[in-house]
């Protein structure tokens, strides 16, 4: 299957812990990216490869990976985290990128 | 510090053609190892990648669009192009340029331009 799938919604409850998933047959041989878009923004890439930040992105953001399952972790969630986090990675060819349908954050 | 800008017509008619640019700032578009994309996002959905290219023609499309759609770069003018053809309204979405990253194991996608919004209607 050349799908990534992600929870439709999450929440957490400010300063607390949250991992929002991606799971897809092609995560056993290519990392996920992870993104983060606000309202009436362009995505943002905040994980990259096995658990790369992109200069400015906190540290309380996070990547793992085991398996089918690709994992994006908030430690500590801040107000500003409240935002749609879309995952990314390739179908089965390699040649072509696909993304998961995004998992909508809200911060209690 | 890389930038994109999208422009083009807001506004396009049924079975006409979507033309838009992205126009590459801050850096070469013959910087070794990126590809440039185009992903739109449907109103209220998620992200679709349509393709990238290399600037070399080295080019890849998405499955579901791969008979409609062209991308091309022009390297004398730093800019990343978009053709869609024929439209339907099902392709009314905001469209967005980005900077790939691919290695063997690993494609992201950074920075992105702001996008810009198409209608298609009569």
């Known amino acids: 299957s050349s799908e990534l799938t992600q929870d439709p919604a999450v929440s957490v409850a400010l300063g607390q812990t949250v991992r929002i998933t991606c799971q897809g047959d092609n995560l056993r041989s290519y990392f996920a990216s992870w993104y983060q878009q606000k309202p009436g923004q362009a995505p943002v890439l905040v994980i990259y490869?096995?658990?790369y930040r992109p200069s400015g992105i906190p540290d309380r953001f996070s990547g793992s990976s085991s398996g089918n399952t690709a994992s994006l972790t908030i430690t500590g969630a801040q107000a500003e985290d409240e935002a749609a986090y879309y995952c990314?990675?390739?179908?089965?060819?390699?040649?072509?990128?696909?993304f998961g349908g995004g998992t909508k954050l809200t911060v209690l | 510090q890389v930038q994109l800008q999208e422009s083009g017509p807001g506004l396009v008619k049924p079975s006409q053609t979507l033309s838009l640019t992205c126009t590459v700032s801050g850096g070469s578009i013959r910087s070794g190892g990126y590809y440039w994309s185009w992903i739109r996002q449907h109103p209220g959905t998620g992200l679709e990648w349509i393709g990238h290219m290399y600037y070399s023609g080295d080019t890849y499309y998405n499955p579901s669009l791969k008979s409609r759609v062209t991308i091309s770069v022009d390297t004398s003018k730093n800019q990343v192009s978009l053709r869609l053809s024929p439209v339907t309204a099902a392709d009314t979405a905001v469209y967005y340029c980005?900077?790939?990253?691919?290695?063997?194991?690993?494609?992201?996608?950074?920075?992105w331009g702001q996008g810009t919004l198409v209608t298609v209607s009569s």
């Open positions: 490869g096995e658990n």
């Open positions: 980005a900077r790939v990253f691919l290695n063997y194991e690993v494609s992201c996608l950074d920075p």
């Open positions: 990314n990675s390739r179908d089965s060819t390699g040649n072509h990128l696909i």
